[in-house]
């Protein structure tokens, strides 16, 4: 009898917790579209070497996971906005990118340079004004890369690949290194899953010469992505970029590398807005950063690699 009268609790329960619910409309504000503002200042002309984004701003507008079927996270250009480095007007490429007029530009270290865009992002006639600034740090110089051989089994090479760089101590200083294997012209950290993040503490000393590995365990078979595998060779000319961050860039690219890496582990903490410096209701990031290239080439004798055929 106890039973029964259990189920019918039960079932009285439940009819009246649905009879309960209704439809909330709940407006979520990713869904609205956002001024997207990225732009990075170099210390060097643009060579597209290893980004085609040096000196130049790109403003984009992201779209609604649910408009016309477009995801949220593929940002469509915004022409006609007016954008200035500056007092210097950039020029529309009509693609979403705004260029310095000046082809042979580039930032000098210690110099504030300020960013000012005007559009009309919620279409009522009247202009928004965005807003950044960023300081470009002074240049770091890079001595010599080398490779420190590591323990491997089964006879296959590995070596870390480590950066000797100068670094008085003065202050905290941001870095970002690149890889390029000059001989395939391969730039195995041309995404920002590949890159090398690190920072310096700012500890004085007598000694400014400094040491870290780069991130990059160098071996013939190189994981790239989740499809593709890259080979190393002996006799390969590999090249590292030094790039000296301001803190605002290499805030912005830490949080994305994160971000990017996370696949939703069971009990992770939800996902985080990027960090901007952008002011006035946009997101981004607008940065500079100095930069300098070595190059090394793996002696063509090098036990456990092969030679490029």
């Known amino acids: 009898m106890s039973t029964r009268i259990l189920q019918i609790c039960f079932i009285f329960f439940l009819s009246a917790l649905i009879s309960c619910t209704e439809v909330i409309d709940l407006k979520s504000k990713s869904m609205d579209p956002m001024l997207v503002i990225t732009g990075i200042i170099t210390d060097r002309v643009s060579d597209n070497l290893f980004s085609a984004d040096e000196n130049e701003i790109i403003v984009q507008k992201t779209i609604s996971f649910f408009d016309s079927g477009m995801l949220s996270y593929i940002p469509a250009p915004v022409i006609g906005a007016k954008v200035w480095l500056d007092d210097v007007l950039l020029s529309d490429m009509n693609n979403g990118r705004y260029k310095i007029p000046d082809e042979d530009f580039c930032g000098v270290p210690g110099q504030t340079y300020t960013l000012e865009v005007h559009y009309d ?11 950044s600034s960023t300081t470009m740090p002074k240049a770091c110089q890079l001595d010599s890369i080398r490779l420190m051989p590591l323990p491997v089994i089964r006879r296959e090479y590995m070596a870390m690949l480590m950066l000797h760089y100068q670094d008085d101590g003065a202050e905290q200083r941001y870095y970002c290194a690149k890889l390029r294997d000059d001989d395939n012209g391969f730039y195995y950290s041309g995404r920002i899953l590949r890159y090398s993040l690190f920072r310096s503490s700012a500890t004085p000393s007598d000694n400014a010469s400094r040491q870290t590995p780069s991130g990059w365990s160098i071996r ?4 790239f992505d ?24 290499y805030e912005y690219l830490s949080a994305a590398s994160t971000e990017l890496r996370q696949n939703n582990p069971l009990f992770s903490g939800p996902r985080t807005d990027l960090p901007t410096n952008i002011r006035g209701g946009a997101i981004g990031v607008f940065g500079s950063y100095t930069t300098n290239r070595v190059s090394l080439q793996i002696p063509l004798d090098t036990p456990g690699l092969p030679i490029r055929p």
């Open 121 to 131: 992002m919620d279409e009522d006639g009247i202009e928004e004004v965005y807003t």
């Open 220 to 223: 013939h078979e190189m994981q």
């Open 226 to 249: 989740n499809e593709r595998i890259y080979n190393i060779f002996a006799g390969d000319l590999l090249m590292v970029e030094l790039e000296s961050l301001s803190l605002e860039l």
